[in-house]
Every structure is written in structure tokens, then in C-alpha cells.
């Protein structure tokens, strides 16, 4: 009886065990499918390729013609060939047979043509201007005729995700149905969103079956991190040094960049049509943004803001094939910018310690948002650099909504840009339309300039079109750079930098891109959970 | 041995006392700010991260800029905005109190009904909204902080008026054929001073916490801005990197600074107060 009693309490212990071990084993297998990310990319417009949803590439729901690997190489994706004509006006692309968006739907050359179509009404942010119309000449082959030749013209086949003509209508944005690897399931907006792998994905199957991004504040989501909740978390460089149990230090170069904007015309009550101000007197003076190029110690930028996670930017463009090293110059030279401010004719006469000129101070307000610590930290510095030189610079933090609606046109304004395309130095620099956005903010206008970034996107092929773009910087007498018309005052170029668990292996990121969305997970097929 | 050894001085002079003590707090605070000049504003990206020390005795932050002239800015701030912010609370107290005992049933009425709707609405969500109206920064949290703090007071005032309504020398002030204001402004107005002295009083730390509460949830001043809330809002990214000097130091000050003033209003009360004044 004793020993029958004995062997049944071991089989309930046994069992009782097996159930332990089964419980504590399925989160850990759970685990492996699903990862939490805080990497920031909540994007308020929604997920709509239309209104801007992935225009620096790696739209995630959606797939795009082409796109860029881990060396930025072009490579096809929903393309299977692509040509441009002899006149480059017409692109002809045959996309891959058998596509269906996640909804089960087939996607066809139609509903290329009618992204394309829709896109280029829709304006805004991702200006398909040059495009004059998308043809589907049958179910694989769609041809993008173009109104002028354009060479930049590819960077919208890398980017705008492919959309369903069936499905698209308002309310896309907040439900958005594509043909990417993956799938939105959740959205609980300002919080977090539930993604799923697209299991009629055509490409490589992600290793990761689902993926939850959370929408928290810098500290929330640090904090997250370091109570084992989250496997990946992007931080401001500055919150990078320091030791996260169970994760590790992935930093990612970047050409995302930070400068200063500067309002190139004088106050002159000028408005845009919607009402904004224009202008700003102090900075539409060469010297003053020239001045401030030189005053300014990018090294110390780098080591002191970003804690060494970056280097120093002296163009938009910096290290990128269509960089002009001629740009370079020998920074941190206050007595440069002295010299050049007294020339000009910028002289302390009531000793306050800031310069005059005409009865003008040399003061204008630096503006940056007031959620990003890193710009704070930039604006903040920088203006401590300008004091000696008898610059006032006020920095301000104000909401993103303001900067954008109303002060970018009259102040100083600390801005982010870096784009794997020219294309986005053509919109920075080339002379605006009434209403530019954050787009040539400050009103820049150099006919020359013009000229070269024109030469440039009509040229015969994108080899060709390097030199054009080079020159549009400095071409011996003019261009936008410092040695030019100095029209910003870049001050650093990024390193982007992620806590990753340590169990999960991220692959080879490429070069990112500024940072919207979330360009970390462009190589996301490559992820693996590496612990058992 | 006897308390009063120790502390050979009566009540009375030591409330006196508290209050100097008090009193001279604040006046530390409002020269060292002023002693301190642009330090702590401007950036020393040399000297970042540094721990509490002789020099710099509550560490330095990210950017390299003294604390200590941070915190004391902060209090500066916040002990700026508390008065104007309580003052204006107060005015308009005083204000509507006087107006509800005396203007009769319907300004009565009005008055109460607004005071109710007033402490019905959540505190924080009340100050929020009026900040983001007033487009933020210091003018906003004073507006914010004023126009949200009146209504208790109001209520002590008007009930404090009502009962000197029934009273026999303001009975014959009206049937001397005194207008209502002029009773209010001759003989009612000096009755309530001493309640509207210690209200005011008890305002400032409301004023102050939360005006901190505002600047900390990001809708008051901008974020470089050295107030107290900025900072303590500042010192959360960074509790986690082992700067705990970040928070400690200004987060304690702030306790203090409030206490203090909750002290100075209990013993102006006491001093105030025919009840204890004499004891």
C-alpha cells in the first residue's frame, strides 16, 4: 500500500514537474516569433504610401518596384526587369507574376499604374512631379512615361509602396493592405502597433512572425528595456553609453544629419499664400551664416552631444557618391568668423557683447524640437559657440505642429535630412514654390545652382549626373555649400544607435537613411532569434 | 529637561522666528540665482556627467552646466511663478467672494455655480488645457496656475462674509443707507484680510508644485529652460545611466522650498489668528 502510494505521489510529482517545465519553457519558445521594439516611426498621417508613408524607403505593409541592400545597391524587388528608354522618358517595368496583397487579392501592373497615378495627385510629400502618367500595357508590364527626362526619377521606384486599386479610398491610411513581408494587425495609436508576418509574402519569410513597435517617450521606453520587455530600442546617442542587462550596443552609420536652417531673405512682411512669414534679416547675411559655419566646433559637437556616435557634417551630402570633398574647411576658427563678420561690417559699437550692423543686432533665435533631446543638446551648444563671436543665438524648443506652420520661415531652425538619393538635396536647395514646408525652408534661390541641379536630374544617366551634382555645392565660384552661398550650417551627421537583446541577431544594416519609420528593420528577413 | 530651555522664547517669537527663517530662505535663493549669472546656462560639453564634489557641489549634467546654479534658477522660477500665479488666484478670490456675500441673490448664485464647475474639473487637466491655450512658456503656467486655484478661497471668503453680513455694525451701515460696495470695501474687506493673508499664503506651494507638474509634463516653459520641472523631467533619461545627482538634489530643494512655505502659512496663521495670536 505504502509503495503503491509512493509511486503514485512520484508519477503526480513527475507530472506536476512536466507541467512546470512546459509552462516555463512556451514564453521562451513564444519569444523566438515575437519581438517588441521601440524604435520610435509612429507616423501620425498613418501608413499610407500616398501621403508620405515610407519616403526614405522599407515601407514594411507595402513592396516597392525596387530597393536598396545592406551596400545600397539597387536591387529588384516586385520588378523582375526594369529599362529606361533612349529618351529617358518612358520607364518600363515588368513586375514578378503570382503577387497577392495580404488580403489575397492580386496585385497586377494596374495597380502599379494606379499608385503612380494617385501619387502623383496627391502631391505633397512625395512629388512624383516629373511623372506625366502610369500606363499597365498588361497584367506584369506597367511603363511610367515622364514628362522631362529625370534620373532621380528611380528613387520613387525604390520607395513608394505599391497600394491596392481595389481597396484604396479614405480610411487607407489607418488600415493600410500591401504586399510587404508584413501585415498590420493592431493599432492602438500614441501606444503601440501589432504587426504579423504576410504570409503571402512572395519574398524571403521573416524568421520573426510578429512584431509589436511601441510609441513611448524616450525614458518609458528605456525604462521598458531595462526591465526585459523590449528586444530592440533605439536611443539618442547620448543615452548610449551605459549597460542594459541582456542587450548589447548595435550602432548603425548613418547619412542622417543635422543642421541649421537658415531663412535666406530679409523681413520684408513678405507671406506665403497660406500666411507664414517670411524672412529673417540677420541670417539673409552671408557673413552671418558664414560666420557661424566657422565659429562652429563640430568635433566637440560629436564628442560632447552625440558621445562620439557620429562625425562632423559639413554638407548635406557628406560621404555619399555625389559628395564634393572641396567643401571641406578647417572649423572651430572663431577668429575666422570675426574676421569675416568685421569685414562685412557686423562691429560691436554699443559693447553688449553682440555686433551690430545698421542698427540691426546679429540675433536671431534657434528653433528645435522641443521632444528631441539631441537637437536641444545641438541648439544649446551651438549658440554657447556663437557668443564669443558676438552672435546671439536664443535657442527655443517649440512643438513639432509650430515649427512646421509657423516659425520655419523667420528663424534659425535645427532640422534633420540625409536621403540615400540626390534627390533630396534637388528639393533643399533648388528655388521653391510658394508654399515649400520644411522643403528650402528658407526661401534659397542661386540661378547657377538651379542650373546644375537641373543639369543634373536631366542627365543621360546617374554616372553622368554626379559631376552636375558636385558642382551644384561648389563649383569654384558659387554653390549652396559654405565656400558658396553658405545656405545652412550642417553640424552633424548620426550614428544611429539600438539596444538589441542579446539573443537576437539583426544581420547587416545598411547605411540608414534620416531616421522616419523605421529603417532598422529594412533587413528584417535576415533576423533570427539566436537562443534556445 | 523642559522644552522651553531649549528654546528659551515664546510662541509668539518663535512663530516670528520660523517666519524670518523663512523669509530669508527665499532671499538666498533669489541672490544666489542672481550671483550665479549665466552659469549653469551655458554649456561646458568638457565638464559632462560629473558627480557632486567640492566645485561643483550638485554635479553637473549633460550639457556640462552646474546644477546647483540650475536648481537654484529652478527655485527662482518656480518661487516666481508661485507668487504671481497665487497672487492672481487670490486677487480673483477675494474678488468673487466679496461679490457673491454682497451683489446679491443671482451674482451669488453665478459665483457658486462657477466655483462648483471649477472644483468639479480635474485639477491637472484644467491647467493643461489653459497652458497649451496660452501657447506655454512662463506666461502660460502663471495663467494656467491662476485661473485654476481661486476657487477654495472663494468659498472661505464668501462664507466669511456672509456670516459678517448678520452682524450688527454692518446692519446699521445698511440702514444708514450705505451702498453695498461701499460696505464691502469699508467694513468688510478689512474683516477678511487676515483669511485672505493665510489663503495666499497656502496657495504658494499648490502654485509652485504644480506650475513644476506643468513644466514637467512638457506643456510649460521650453525644455532647456532651467525650472525645476524641467529638470526633474531631464533627470529621468539619465536616472538610469547612475546620474541620480540629476533628480536628488533638485527634487529635495523643491520639497523644501514648499514645506517652507506651507510653515510661513501656518505660522502667519497662528500669528494672525485671534484665537492663538496671544499664546
Redesign the interface.
Known sequence: MFQKKSALASLGSLMVLCMFMFVMVCPALAAKDRIVLAVGGESEEGYDPLLGWGSYGNPLFHSTLLKRDADLKIVPDLAREWTLSKDKLTWTVKIREGVVFSDGSALTAADVAFTFNKGLEAGGKIDLSPLESAKAMDKTTVTLKLKTPDITFIQHLITLGIVPEKLYGPGYARAPIGSGPYKLVRWDEGQQMVVEANDRYYGTKPAIRQLVFLFSE??AA??AA?AGEVDVLGVPS??A??EIPGMRLHVVKSVDNRGLMFPMVPDEGRKTPNGLAVGNSVTADVAIRKAVNFAMDRE??V???LDGHGRSAFGVVDDLPWDNKDIRFKDNDPAKAIAILEQAGWKDTDKDGVREKNGLKAEFTIVYN??D?LR??L???VS?ML?PVGIKAV????SWDRIKTELTHTNVVVYGFGDHSPLEMFKLYHTPGPEPMYWNAGFYSNATVDQYLEQARAAESFEASIPFWQKAQWDGKTGFTMPGDAAWAWMVNLDHTYFVNKCLNVGKSQMEPHGHGWPITANIHEWKWICE | MNVHALLPMDRRSRTIAVILGCLALFACVFTGAWLYGDRGE??A??L?KLPPSLQYPFGTD???RDMLARTLKGLRISLRVGLTAAGCSAGIALLLGLCAATLGRAVDAVITWLVDIAMATPHLVLLILISFACGGGEKGVIIAVAASHWPSLTRVIRAEVLALRSSEYIQLSRQLGKRPLYIARHHMLPHVLPQFMVGLLLLFPHAILHAAALTFL?FGM???TPAIGALLA?S???L???LWWLAVAPGLTLVITVKAFDILGGNVRALLDPKTCRE
Open positions: 524616450e525614458d528605456l525604462a531595462r547620448n543615452l553609453g551605459q566637440a559637437l564628442a560632447g552631444i522641443a521632444k533631446s536641444q543638446g541648439a544649446l551648444a554657447d557668443r535657442p527655443k524648443g517649440e | 551655458v554649456t560639453l568638457t559632462r549633460w550639457l556640462g512638457g521650453s525644455p532647456h531631464e529621468m533619461r539619465y538610469s545611466m547612475g
